[in-house]
DNA sequence: CTCCATTTTCAATCATTCTTGAAAGTTTCA
DNA sequence: TGAAACTTTCAAGAATGATTGAAAATGGAG
């Protein structure tokens, strides 16, 4: 395989990637070309690389700054914006899990907690059984809302030692 | 709150939730409803209580089912299927994270695979940076797929004790 | 085997999300 | 300050994914 072919092709898995987990395509893809992009790209790159208009290669841009992925940079004597990735993986894996913890998994708790508060009478089975399922979804979230605390702070070695120990 | 009410607002919440992370939200909802029911339900039930097509009904129990999240259940002189949902709320995070360990993860280290077979000669620095980058995905991405592998045959208890070690 | 209750399929339709592109906004600098 | 270079916005249209519902298939009982 070529080169470039191979680089489109990597856009493209991680595009679909991104998709099955609830990322837009195009985001993805603008992501992937940042990452193996030895260069910062423009809005332009970005916009002739993917075939995409002005307007979407701009939002997601925008989008990927916001999640802490890409950054801005100049260059001398240009007005242009060039963006270029965090190219760390195992920081970049850091990134999205805190950000999907502050997008996700916070209000999801802050939900479940509501969710206790109801009328009926205790000694009710059903209302018994509810209430139940309730904290124990509220319990296990709340435990991968700390593992991914740790997960952001650990670094690479610790995090998938301490994993592997668990299974000797 | 009332009970009713409070159910209702938990299929809500889990369907949106599902829809964040790529499953579609009608089979998260039907998820739902049958964690919280006490008795197993039919196809009727579910059209009812989520005001959904027999077709729609139909596919997402059957989704469900492939995903090892629910099993059909048959009630004694009737010909109807029911169906309920296995209610340990860890065991419904292993089996998740199985499937997508098997529908996502693997396919995605075999295609990383595939693009690290490239022509270019490996003293070309463009190549040579774009190989470093597919190996660290690759490498992250096994890793990932091994604390998987962990996730799914720990104890509750020893998964997120390991983990919560590590902040010490 | 036939009937009928039930489940499954799938083409058409609908809903949601994404994308476009042109206009408005902003910044830089001569 | 004016004008060019560049970025952002957003309403309309396109694309994608979900849902419907009726017809076909299935399978158990008599």
Redesign the interface.
Known sequence: ???SE??E??TK?WGA?G????INRTMAQVHALL??S?EPLSTEDVMEQLSVSRGNANMNLRDLMNWNLIYKEHKAGDRKEYFKAE????EV?KRIAKERKRR?IQP?IA??N??T????DKR????K??LE??N??H??VT??D??V??LI??E?H???G??????K
Chains 1, 2 share one sequence.
Not at 19 to 22: A, L, V
Not at 117 to 120: H, L, S, T, V
Not at 124 to 127: H, I, L, M
Not at 162 to 167: E, T
């Open positions: 395989m070529k080169l191979a680089k092709q990597f898995l990637l998709s099955s987990w609830g990452l193996i030895p190219k760390d993986i195992w894996a996700e999801l939900s479940l509501l969710l508060d109801i009328d009926e009710n089975t059903e209302a059984d509810f399922m309730v124990n979804i319990t296990v435990k991968m700390s593992a605390d740790t702070k650990a690479e610790k995090f998938f301490a994993i592997v120990k668990l299974l």
